[in-house]
Structure formats: structure tokens, C-alpha cells
């Protein structure tokens, strides 16, 4: 009851905060966070998710940066039927289907919030404490938004010849992005870096932030093992539910191979199929640690579908993995954006919000379409035949550290997953 009558409490408090905060604005001068949110959700670019299997992979003994895997897109022999029920004109030669999920669809519940607080009138009368936090962070944000572009463009062009780049980059993205769209704008940053820059490196007379470093690696030395750059969480009393981010820098032009290197060391001239092996294991993996967390903590998860976050100066990648259901689901076949026009890009913006917050807006598939990829990724399989499915229930965050191949595109069917699988 005491708990209850709490988040009862706190709820009103912030949402007494958020009208306030919309209050403050007279008529005749609107809020421009609203301006850019309406904006953000009348002009969003969808992001589409497409199912990966994985080939073949190896274990044990590598880290995320060594590991070996072969992956291609997934696809599924064409069903007549659905397929001229949906797209009459379609080419079905070869007999194959390549599908591929909405992000709006998957993370409904967040564009529904936003949907609810845009439409009526910059109040919010539902969607419970979590989304009430979440859309704080959001707007405080968007009131700073010019604010934060500056300091971001200025930071890539100040450090991008320093010799070691990479920790400023992520110090700069994670104080003046990432950070700001959780509640409580809380990180970790891999205390591993070279270099160790207590306060942040913008140069903004106003921002005196400490920068937080710590413990990042996760894994199991039978399966696959790593460190995420960073680990950003909203403030919360369990601290279980996290999302992993690795920083690619794209800033550096010059030819270097591919060894046991950071994930933000990797060059410009690589392309997601040189880096998918380290990223896609790591999202695998976080998807575990954190199922294993909730166990440890006796907290039902409300879905199995863990998202990552890979993030450039320029663009960002999302990865989503369903634990249970061994569905694995990434843009990287799309071009996405961090910026447009010399801005920030709103729908990247959102699309990380979300993500960000996912505790809150619950990501999930259609049931129809859960069932119709049950599998598709196929990792559940490699381990069981390696007799080591057993071990994902050991992955932990360590304090130690233990020791693309795609079908032709040409004649394949790309089909929106939540109609044909109706």
C-alpha cells in the first residue's frame, strides 16, 4: 500500500511538473519543444528492423572484437496466397520472402505516449510515472536542443585529430545526447579508455559535468565476451534494466586492421559487415545478462525483446534480441541518420528515446509475427549443438576478462512482417 500510494504521489508531482512547465509559455509565444516534438512525429522517417540468422559462429576464448561469425539476412519461402493478398504486382521468383518490422510498431507504446501528450494539449493523463519520466527527459532536451547541436558539432571538429579521439567522442555524445534522454540522466562509461578525462571536454562554460566511469564487461568465457562502451540506465531503485552502447569512430580516414581494438577505433572505410560480428554478439550477450539480472532480482520481464545501441558522429544502428524466442533484428541495411540539415535528426532523436527507455515502453512483437520468426536467429540452435545453451544462464557482469554473408536481394519480396504474417 505504502509503495502504491507513493507512485501515486510521484506521479502527480511530475505531472503537475509537466503542466507547469508547459504554463510557463504564454499563447502567444509557444513552447518550442513542442513545435519540434509535433514536428518529430508529423514528419518521422520509419525505421525498419529485418530479421538476421546466424550461419556458423565461434566460442569460447574470444572476445566481442575477435569473434567470428557469419550472419545473412533472413528470409522465408513465399506463401502465394499472403503474398497476392498483399502486393499483387510483387516479383515471387526464387521463391523467397525478406521481411521486416516497423520500429513505430515495436516500440507502440511510446508513440502512443507521445501521441497522447502532443494531442491534448501539452497535458499528460496517462501512460503511468515511467512514461511521465521519460517524457520529462525528452522535453528538457528539446528545450536545449540548439544548444547541445553546437556543442556536439563543435566537439567532432576539435577532436577528431587529437591522437586518441575516441574518449572524447563518447564522452561528447553520452553528456550531450545519450544521457539527456534518460531520466535521471544516468551512465557508465568503460573505465578501460585510455585516456580519463574527469569533466567533460566541450568547453561549454555552462557544463561542468563529472564524467562517470566504470565496470562495463559482461559475458561467460564458454560463450562470447566484452565491455560496451557505455551502459545508460534510468534512475531507478532496481538499476536492472540497461542499455549497451557501442561508439564507432567514422572520423579517421586512415587504413588500420581490424585486432583486438575498441569498437569506437574502427575506421570510417568499415562497413556493418566488418563490424557486425563485434556488435551483434555484444547485443546477443547484453540480451542474456540482462534476463539473468531480472532472475537474480525475481523481476518478471515484461519482454524478452532487449534493445542496443551502436552510434557513429554520424549515424546509429539499433539491434533488438528476444532471449526466449531467439529473434534477432537490426537497420543495418538502412542508411539512418544522426543528423539532417546540419541538425539533429528528430527521428533519430525519438528512435533513441525509445530505446533508451524501453523499461518503460515496453518493446514487443505482434503475436502473429513473434510466432511467424520463433527461432529465425538461429543462436539458439548453434549452442545447443555445441552443448553450451546451458552456460547463457551464467552471464554475468565480470570484473575480470577471461581468457556478412547475404542471399541475392534482386528477386527477393520485402514484405511488412505484421501484414503477412496476418
Not at 112 to 135: F, I, P, Q, T
Not at 393 to 398: C, Q, T
Request: hydrophobic share 35%; glycine share 4%; aromatic share 12%.
Amino acid at each position: 500500500m505504502a509503495t502504491m500510494l507513493s507512485n501515486r504521489v510521484g506521479l502527480a508531482a511530475l505531472r503537475d511538473t509537466l503542466n507547469i512547465f508547459n504554463r510557463n509559455f504564454t499563447h502567444h509565444k509557444k513552447p518550442n519543444f513542442t513545435k519540434d516534438l509535433r514536428m518529430a512525429l508529423e514528419n518521422y522517417t520509419e525505421l525498419h528492423l529485418r530479421p538476421i540468422k546466424i550461419q556458423q559462429c565461434d566460442f569460447g576464448t574470444e572476445p566481442f572484437s575477435r569473434v567470428s561469425l557469419e550472419y545473412k539476412e533472413y528470409t522465408i519461402p513465399a506463401d502465394e496466397r499472403r503474398c497476392a493478398s498483399h502486393r499483387p504486382a510483387c516479383n515471387t521468383k526464387n521463391g523467397n520472402v525478406l521481411l521486416e518490422v516497423k520500429f513505430s510498431k515495436v516500440f507502440e507504446d511510446g508513440f502512443k505516449s507521445l501521441k497522447d501528450y502532443v494531442y491534448n494539449n501539452g497535458r499528460m493523463d496517462s501512460g503511468g510515472l515511467g512514461h511521465a519520466c521519460a517524457l520529462s527527459s525528452l522535453l528538457v532536451f528539446l528545450t536545449e536542443l540548439h544548444k547541445h547541436e553546437q556543442i556536439l558539432q563543435d566537439g567532432f571538429r576539435r577532436y577528431s585529430k587529437v591522437v586518441n579521439p575516441e574518449i572524447y567522442i563518447a564522452t561528447l555524445l553520452t553528456n550531450h545526447l545519450l544521457s539527456c534522454l534518460v531520466f535521471g540522466s544516468q551512465y557508465r562509461i568503460s573505465d578501460d579508455y585510455r585516456d580519463q578525462p574527469p569533466f567533460c571536454p566541450c568547453k561549454d562554460t555552462t557544463c561542468d559535468r563529472h564524467i562517470v566511469y566504470g565496470q562495463t564487461s559482461i559475458g561467460h568465457g564458454d560463450v562470447w565476451y566484452g565491455r560496451p562502451d557505455v551502459l545508460l540506465f534510468p534512475k531507478q531503485k532496481e538499476n536492472v534494466y540497461m542499455v549497451p552502447l557501442w561508439y564507432i569512430n567514422t572520423q579517421d580516414e586512415e587504413n588500420e586492421e581490424m585486432e583486438d581494438i575498441h569498437s569506437l577505433e574502427m575506421k570510417r572505410h568499415s562497413k556493418f559487415e566488418k563490424y557486425a560480428s563485434q556488435v551483434l554478439s555484444q547485443a546477443i550477450i547484453f540480451a542474456f545478462y540482462q534476463s539473468n539480472l531480472l532472475e537474480e532480482r525475481r523481476i518478471e520481464p515484461l519482454s524478452t525483446l532487449v534493445p542496443s545501441l551502436v552510434i557513429t558522429p554520424d549515424q546509429y544502428y539499433i539491434i533488438m534480441y528476444d532471449y526466449k524466442r531467439d529473434i534477432l533484428l537490426s537497420n543495418e541495411h538502412q542508411v539512418s541518420s544522426l543528423w539532417v540539415d546540419n541538425g539533429l535528426n528528430l527521428s533519430a532523436i525519438l528512435d533513441i528515446w525509445m530505446v533508451l527507455n524501453y523499461k518503460d515502453f515496453t518493446p514487443h512483437l505482434k503475436s502473429s509475427v513473434a510466432q511467424g520468426l520463433d527461432g529465425s536467429s538461429n543462436f539458439h540452435g548453434i549452442l545447443k549443438s555445441r552443448n553450451i545453451f546451458d552456460e547463457t544462464k551464467r552471464i554475468r557482469m565480470l570484473r575480470y576478462t577471461p581468457s556478412k554473408t547475404y542471399e541475392d536481394e534482386e528477386n527477393m519480396i520485402v514484405q511488412d512482417a505484421y501484414t503477412y504474417f496476418e
